[in-house]
Structures are given as C-alpha cells and as structure tokens.
C-alpha cells in the first residue's frame, strides 16, 4: 500500500492565490521528506528539504518566501506556493527520506495557474 | 559531489525485444544508485537499488541492473518489453555523507515499446 500520501493531485486557481499542499507519511515517522519541482519531459529538481520541527532547507535558487515549507508532526509536511503565478505551474512532488534507503514518493500534484 | 548521466532521452524498442537503459554516474563516496519508473501524472515508483554486496540487483517486473564500479555505470534491462513498460526511467545517485535519504536524479528516459 501506499506510503505516502500526497493531496490534492490537481490544482487550478488564479494567479495571485495562495495554494497549499499536503505530503503525509502514514507509516513511518517522517523526520525528513524533500519537495520536489517537475517540469515536463524533465527530472525531478529538489526544491527543500523539510526537517520535522525546524526550517527547511531550500535548494540555491528556490525562493524560500515563495515557497513556505511546514513540517511540525512527524506524519505530515506541507508546501505552500504563496501568491502563485503562471511560471509557477509545474508538477510538484514529495517524498519521504529514510536515511541511505530509497524514497517513497507521493502520488504528485498538478498545479496550474491561469 | 554527485551526479548522474543518462545517456539516451529516448529509447524505443519493439515489444519482445531487450531493453537497455543506460545510466553512468559520479559520486565522491561508495555510491547507494537506484532505478525509478514514473508514469504520466503519478510519482516514482522503486523499480531496484544497489547499496552494497551482489552488484548484479533484481528488481520488480523483470528488470535488473549491474553496478560496474570500474565504469562508473548502472545501466538497466530487460529481456523482453512490455507494452506496459512504456514510462519514464530515472537514475538515481546518493550517498551517505548526504542529508539523509538525499538523492541527484539524472533527466530521465522515455521508454516507448511498439507493438
């Protein structure tokens, strides 16, 4: 079954909306996931590493006030794109991180701003 | 500093035929080098790993991969393609000096399977 949970799939919404997404680990204790950009026909571009009650980490280049990272319970981090644009729309994934074992991957959310 | 080369953004192979993805990678450190499939609008999925010991790893629908140290490579197969087989490869490096679970992900290779 699945491992982590990652909600909503979809989004659309109007440029300058703030749009929030939920990554839950519902079997492990998630200390550490990452949030991931997609772009199409692209890889995955780490964007920040959530650490559960502390500041994220943000990649070099990624806005760290654009993108608000919250992981306060050891089951569930959250990005929010804050005042989102039409470059904004992407694909945006999380995982979760187990030390040196692989990542359990969200299912992805579409987001897209008109 | 780690990185990994995919080489081929597409690969077409008839459906039957042998599947060779290929995937060379850098890595400063004993590298931990995995394999993920990705399907439109969904995320990855584990398809095998490499950590330590046997370098020849077996994963989930047929697939397996060789690490050859000596080539810096992690190139992936299969003896026969599926028409389900069809999706997006990603080759992926990490290690453990890294934050935990941190992983560089190469651009990935479309696999299409005709029939």
């Known amino acids: 079954g699945a491992v982590v949970s990652q909600h909503p799939s979809w989004v659309i919404c109007k440029s300058g909306t703030s749009v929030k997404i939920e990554c839950r680990s519902l079997?492990?204790?998630?200390?550490?996931m990452f949030w991931y950009r997609q772009f199409p026909k692209q890889s995955l571009m780490l964007m920040a590493t959530?650490?559960?009650?502390?500041?994220?980490?943000?990649e070099q280049g990624v806005e760290k006030d654009k993108f608000l990272i919250n992981h306060a319970s050891l089951t569930l981090s959250t990005l929010t794109v804050t005042s989102a644009h039409p470059e904004d729309s992407s694909f945006y994934i999380c995982?979760?991180?187990?030390?040196?074992?692989?990542?359990?991957f969200g299912d992805g959310t579409r987001l897209s701003i008109l | 500093a780690q990185s990994v080369t995919q080489l081929g953004s597409h690969v077409s192979v008839s459906e039957g035929a042998l599947v060779l993805l290929r995937c060379n990678y850098s890595?400063?450190?004993?590298?931990?080098l995995f394999w993920y499939v990705q399907y439109p609008n969904q995320g990855l999925q584990l398809l095998l790993k490499?950590?330590?010991?046997?370098?020849l790893v077996k994963g989930i629908n047929g697939f397996e991969a060789e690490f050859k140290k000596s080539e810096t490579s992690f190139h992936l197969t299969k003896p026969s393609a599926h028409m389900s087989d069809a999706a997006e490869y990603f080759c992926?490096?990490?290690?453990?000096?890294?934050?935990?679970?941190?992983?560089?992900f190469g651009d990935g290779t479309t696999l299409t399977v005709k029939p």
């Open positions: 995982s979760l991180g187990q030390g040196n074992q692989p990542q359990h």
């Open positions: 490499y950590t330590t010991g046997a370098t």
């Open positions: 959530s650490n559960e009650g502390s500041k994220a980490t943000y």
């Open positions: 890595s400063s450190v004993p590298p931990y």
């Open positions: 992926a490096v990490s290690d453990l000096s890294t934050n935990a679970g941190k992983s560089t």
């Open positions: 079997d492990f204790q998630a200390t550490t």
